[in-house]
C-alpha cells in the first residue's frame, strides 16, 4: 500500500536499489561460500600431508580474509548501487515528468505548450503523440468557438431580420387597414370604393409580394445545405437568365448588353446561382434611368453586372446588402422595392462560398457588382 502511494521517482529507485543490494548480498554470500571451496578443490589433487596441510591453512586464510573485507566491499557496493539506482531512475523518470507536468498545463488549456521529445523510444513516441492529441483538442476547440461564434451572429441575424421584417410589414397593414376602417365608415373621400378597393388591391399584391420574399429569404440558410451542387457552365444559361430583364429594360428605355468572354465551368447550386444573378440583374436595371446602360460580361472566373446611374457613397455600400435597408435616393418603399434583394444576394453568396465586390466604376458614372467564381 506504502509504495502505491509513492511517486514515481522514490518508487522506481526503491525498486531498483532493492533489487541490486538484494543481488550484493547474493553475490558476497557465494563469494565468501565458494571461493574457499574452489581453493580447497584446486590444492586436493596432492596426496602429500604437508600440501593439505597449506591448503587448509590457505583456505582459512582465505575465508578469514574475505570475511574482513566484508563489510567493506559490502558498504562500497551499497554506495555505487545507490548512486546507480539514483541515476538509473533520475534518467527514466525525469521525460516522465516532464510529460506529467506539460500534461497538467494542458490540462487547463494554455496554448503553446508541448511536451520535449529527447528520444525515439516509448516515451519518445508518447510525448509526440500527446503532443499530436493536444493540437488536435485546441484545433477542435478553436473551430467550435468559431461555430459558436458564427451560430450566436447566425441567431442574432435572424432576429433582426424578423424584427425588421415585422417592422417593414407593418406599415402596408396598418395602410390597408386603415383605409378599409374609412371606407366601411364612409369618410370623406373614402366613400368612392371602386377607387379605393383597387388601392387595397394594390397594397395586398405588394404586401404578399413581401412576405413572399420574406419566406424565401428566412428559408435560404436551410436550402443553402441541401440544395444539390453540379458543375454546369455558365455562359449556356446567362441569356436565359437576362431575357427578362432584356425585356425589362427595352421598356424602359435601357441599352441591356450580355458579353460572354469565355467558357466559365462553375460547380455549386445551378438554382441558386440563377436567383443570384437575377436579383443583382433586377437591382441594375431598376436603379438605371432612361437612356443609359446595363452590361454584363462574363469571363473565365468572375461575371460583372455594370449599371450606368448615380454613383453609390463608399459609407453606403456596405449597409445595401443589410435586410430593409433604402437610402434616401430613390430607393423608397414604390420606386425602390423592400430591400431586401441585396440582402439575398450576400446570403446565397455566404451559402456558396463565393466572394463578391460592388464599387463604383472608373471609366463610366455608375456601379460595377463582381461575383468571383
Known amino acids: 500500500m506504502i509504495m502505491k502511494k509513492l511517486k514515481l521517482f522514490p518508487k522506481i529507485f526503491l525498486y531498483t536499489f532493492s533489487v541490486m543490494l538484494f543481488i550484493i548480498i547474493i553475490a558476497h554470500i557465494m563469494i565468501y561460500t ?13 596426496e602429500n600431508g604437508i600440501m593439505i596441510e597449506n591448503a587448509l591453512n590457505t583456505e582459512r586464510f582465505v575465508s578469514e580474509a574475505i570475511l574482513r573485507a566484508f563489510p567493506f566491499s559490502f558498504i562500497l557496493s551499497i554506495i ?16 516522465i515528468k516532464e510529460i506529467s507536468d506539460t500534461t497538467e498545463k494542458m490540462a487547463k488549456l494554455k496554448k503553446e505548450v508541448s511536451c520535449s521529445v529527447y528520444s525515439f523510444d516509448e516515451i519518445g513516441v508518447l510525448a509526440t503523440n500527446v503532443n499530436t492529441l493536444y493540437k488536435n483538442l485546441i484545433t477542435t476547440i478553436n473551430n467550435l468557438e468559431d461555430e459558436k461564434i458564427k451560430s450566436n451572429e447566425a441567431e442574432q441575424l435572424k432576429v433582426d431580420f424578423l424584427r425588421s421584417a415585422s417592422h417593414e410589414l407593418k406599415t402596408p397593414v396598418t395602410a390597408l ?18 377607387v379605393y378597393l383597387l388601392e387595397c388591391k394594390e397594397i395586398a399584391d405588394r404586401l404578399s409580394h413581401m412576405i413572399k420574399e420574406i419566406l424565401d429569404t428566412s428559408r435560404l440558410d436551410f436550402l443553402a445545405g441541401s440544395e444539390k451542387t453540379e ?3 455558365l455562359a449556356e444559361i446567362l441569356n436565359k437568365i ?15 448588353q450580355v458579353t460572354v468572354q469565355d467558357t466559365c465551368l462553375v460547380n455549386t447550386s445551378k438554382k441558386h446561382m440563377e436567383k443570384l444573378l437575377s436579383n443583382v440583374l433586377s437591382n441594375a436595371v431598376s436603379y438605371t434611368e432612361l437612356g443609359h446602360s446595363v452590361s454584363v460580361v462574363l469571363q473565365k472566373n468572375k461575371i460583372m453586372v455594370k449599371n450606368e446611374c448615380t454613383p453609390i457613397p463608399e459609407s453606403i455600400i456596405p449597409h445595401l446588402f443589410e435586410p430593409f435597408y433604402r437610402p434616401d435616393f430613390a430607393r423608397n418603399r414604390k420606386d425602390g422595392g423592400n430591400g431586401l434583394g441585396l440582402y439575398i444576394v450576400d446570403m446565397i453568396a455566404k451559402s456558396l462560398n463565393l466572394t463578391y465586390t460592388f464599387k ?14
Not at 555505487?80 to 521525460?95: G, N
Open 177 to 194: 387597414n386603415a383605409i378599409l376602417e374609412n371606407m366601411i365608415l364612409g369618410v370623406g373621400k373614402y366613400k368612392n370604393k371602386d
Open 231 to 233: 458543375e454546369f457552365n
Open 360 to 373: 463604383q466604376m472608373n471609366a463610366l458614372q455608375g456601379m460595377c457588382f463582381t461575383l468571383y467564381f
Open 242 to 256: 437576362c431575357e427578362p430583364y432584356q425585356l425589362i429594360s427595352q421598356s424602359k428605355g435601357i441599352d441591356f
Open 80 to 95: 555505487i548501487a545507490f548512486i546507480c539506482s539514483f541515476l538509473f531512475s533520475r534518467v527514466i523518470t525525469t521525460p
Open 34 to 46: 565458494f571461493a574457499p571451496q574452489m581453493l580447497s578443490s584446486i590444492n586436493s589433487i596432492s
